[in-house]
């Protein structure tokens, strides 16, 4: 839907919302499925560290860097956005 071939975000439920996005590479052992609508705000703590504030005030520290949690967002709002402009 998003012509996104890495690290794509998926959805789990159009009717409760919910987009998951990985932060490394599905394949890897390490990768973490974060859900987008679930995301307060980040913050970097360093250069491979950010710290994602979730709406229920829950504070997860992840080693990655902002670019990529950035972008990972970007990403899930895109789809996000089609999904909704399709509702309509």
Not at 33 to 41: C, D, E, G, L, T
Not at 59 to 80: A, G, H, M, P, V
Request: with cysteine.
């Amino acid at each position: 839907m998003t012509g996104v071939k890495y690290k794509c975000p998926i959805i789990i439920s159009e009717v409760n919302e919910i987009i998951m996005f990985p932060t490394s590479s599905a394949k890897k052992q390490e990768c973490i499925w974060i859900n987008y609508n679930a995301i307060k705000n980040y913050y970097s703590v360093s250069t491979n560290c950010v710290e994602l504030l979730l709406i229920n005030d829950a504070k997860y520290q992840l080693e990655i860097s902002s670019r990529i949690i950035s972008n990972q967002i970007f990403k899930s709002s895109r789809l996000d956005s089609i999904l909704k402009s399709k509702k309509h």
